[in-house]
């Protein structure tokens, strides 16, 4: 098949190309090089055996251009940041998908398959239940003045008790940001345009990705860039809120894998699917490990992760998605986040161009209000 990938330049898009070449299809990649992403322009891992196109998914002639002649489209550009510039996400991710399906419409195009890419972010706060209760909710964003007296769980409305989390599926939608909502309508679009237009098309509901690629430079791109980068400058990383808040990471091969299957099982087509790891880890858990692997390249002996207390306004306090609905198509995560972190470590130290600007991400999120400090 041919296939174009937009974002293909980037983290989970370049992975994808590799694999893709691997498999003997004919690929086009068409990405931007968007700064502060690819700050450095061209990044050296782009598989030469790839057509690459200069162009914006947000320009329909550009867009237009690269969607000629392909069987399937992977959409993987995306802006994705913790920055209140709120709509850039819409006109980026969300129009940019509406405009693959207008041009599929407006030249009849005969596209096989569309695979948006999605983000575990549109299920918000998830499912949760009261154990003393017996009850289960779904609560919104947790208000301000909680956090701000340090009360990080989620608690019931009758009784007060903490509430505990549950592995939440794709039938909860609770989108608490731009992004987020950017994103379902992405979801939205590709279940909607796809039926009505007669193409295949299929979301995928990303938990937190984590391998090698994935870029210094962006103010928010994920706790292994984070906490990777603080150790590398031999820094103890910042841990919001009380470090307790769990998450389930989710290696780049295992979403590869993932991508793969959805270009060509049709069972798939017209649903969306959570991608996800499987088992649960507190940031705390994951901080340390990722200085476990750091110190495997350091001489000195590097500090433990700090916990003051701050909070990341609009942060989930819990975020996990079942992945039994892609498992049941024959797709299981094999790598574990110690995987994850070890490949990115190895991948960190063999960089010669690393920069430390953390503080300058760090101050440019405390400008913005997006960190906050408890009482």
């Not at 969300?94 to 299920?123: G, M, N, R």
């Not at 940031?283 to 003051?308: G, N, S």
């Given at each position: 098949?041919?296939?174009?990938?937009?974002?293909?330049?980037?983290?989970i898009?370049?992975?994808?190309?590799?694999?893709?070449?691997?498999?003997?299809?004919e690929?086009?990649?068409?990405?931007?090089?968007?700064?502060?992403?690819?700050?450095?322009?061209?990044?050296?891992?782009?598989?030469?055996?790839?057509?690459?196109?200069?162009?914006?998914?947000?320009?329909?002639?550009?867009?237009q251009?690269?969607m000629?002649?392909?069987?399937?489209?992977?959409?993987?550009?995306?802006?994705?940041?913790?920055?209140?510039?709120?709509?850039?996400?819409?006109?980026?991710?969300?129009?940019?998908?509406?405009?693959?399906?207008?041009?599929?419409?407006?030249?009849?195009?005969?596209?096989?398959?569309?695979?948006?890419?999605?983000?575990?972010f549109?299920?918000?706060?998830?499912?949760?239940?009261?154990?003393?209760?017996?009850?289960?909710?779904?609560?919104?964003?947790?208000?301000?003045?909680?956090?701000?007296?340090?009360?990080?769980?989620?608690?019931?409305?009758?009784?007060?008790?903490?509430?505990?989390?549950?592995?939440?599926?794709?039938?909860?939608?609770?989108?608490?940001?731009?992004?987020?909502?950017?994103?379902?309508?992405?979801?939205?679009?590709?279940?909607?345009?796809?039926?009505?237009?007669?193409?295949?098309?299929?979301?995928?509901?990303?938990?937190?990705?984590?391998?090698?690629?994935?870029?210094?430079?962006?103010?928010?791109?994920?706790?292994?860039r984070?906490?990777?980068?603080?150790?590398?400058?031999?820094?103890?990383?910042?841990?919001?809120?009380?470090?307790?808040?769990?998450?389930?990471?989710?290696?780049?091969?295992?979403?590869?894998?993932?991508?793969?299957?959805?270009?060509?099982?049709?069972?798939?087509?017209?649903?969306?699917?959570?991608?996800?790891?499987?088992?649960?880890?507190?940031?705390?858990?994951?901080?340390?490990?990722?200085?476990?692997?750091?110190?495997?390249h350091?001489?000195?002996?590097?500090?433990?992760?700090?916990?003051?207390?701050?909070?990341?306004?609009?942060?989930?306090?819990?975020?996990?998605?079942?992945?039994?609905?892609?498992?049941?198509?024959?797709?299981?995560?094999?790598?574990?986040?110690?995987?994850?972190?070890?490949?990115?470590?190895?991948?960190?130290?063999?960089?010669?161009?690393?920069?430390?600007?953390?503080?300058?991400?760090?101050?440019?999120?405390?400008?913005?209000?997006?960190?906050?400090n408890?009482?």
């Amino acid at each position: 098949m041919k296939v174009l990938v937009t974002g293909g330049a980037g983290f989970i898009g370049s992975h994808t190309v590799d694999k893709l070449i691997e498999l003997g299809h004919e690929v086009r990649i068409l990405d931007c090089l968007k700064k502060p992403v690819h700050l450095k322009g061209m990044p050296p891992w782009i598989n030469k055996q790839a057509e690459f196109i200069l162009g914006d998914v947000c320009n329909k002639s550009e867009l237009q251009s690269a969607m000629q002649g392909v069987d399937a489209i992977y959409h993987l550009a995306a802006y994705q940041d913790y920055l209140p510039d709120l709509s850039n996400f819409f006109a980026t991710n969300a129009v940019s998908t509406a405009l693959i399906y207008e041009i599929i419409v407006e030249q009849k195009l005969a596209i096989k398959k569309v695979i948006v890419a999605s983000s575990q972010f549109v299920q918000g706060e998830g499912k949760y239940r009261c154990s003393h209760c017996e009850t289960k909710f779904t609560p919104l964003m947790r208000a301000e003045k909680d956090l701000i007296n340090r009360n990080w769980e989620h608690r019931c409305p009758s009784c007060e008790t903490p509430l505990s989390w549950e592995w939440t599926d794709e039938s909860h939608v609770a989108p608490p940001n731009a992004y987020a909502l950017s994103k379902h309508s992405q979801e939205q679009q590709a279940i909607a345009f796809g039926e009505r237009y007669g193409v295949p098309s299929v979301a995928l509901r990303y938990s937190i990705v984590q391998g090698a690629r994935q870029s210094f430079y962006n103010a928010y791109s994920g706790a292994c860039r984070i906490f990777c980068l603080n150790y590398y400058f031999a820094k103890a990383p910042t841990l919001y809120e009380d470090g307790g808040q769990y998450r389930d990471f989710v290696n780049i091969h295992d979403v590869v894998e993932a991508n793969v299957l959805a270009l060509t099982n049709s069972q798939m087509d017209g649903k969306v699917f959570n991608v996800g790891g499987g088992k649960a880890y507190t940031i705390k858990q994951f901080a340390d490990i990722v200085r476990d692997e750091v110190q495997r390249h350091h001489l000195k002996t590097l500090p433990e992760a700090i916990i003051p207390a701050a909070y990341r306004f609009g942060d989930t306090r819990n975020a996990c998605s079942d992945i039994s609905r892609l498992k049941s198509m024959g797709w299981s995560p094999s790598y574990s986040p110690v995987d994850s972190v070890r490949e990115y470590v190895d991948w960190l130290f063999a960089q010669d161009n690393v920069e430390d600007i953390l503080e300058y991400a760090q101050q440019t999120m405390k400008k913005l209000d997006v960190v906050r400090n408890s009482a």
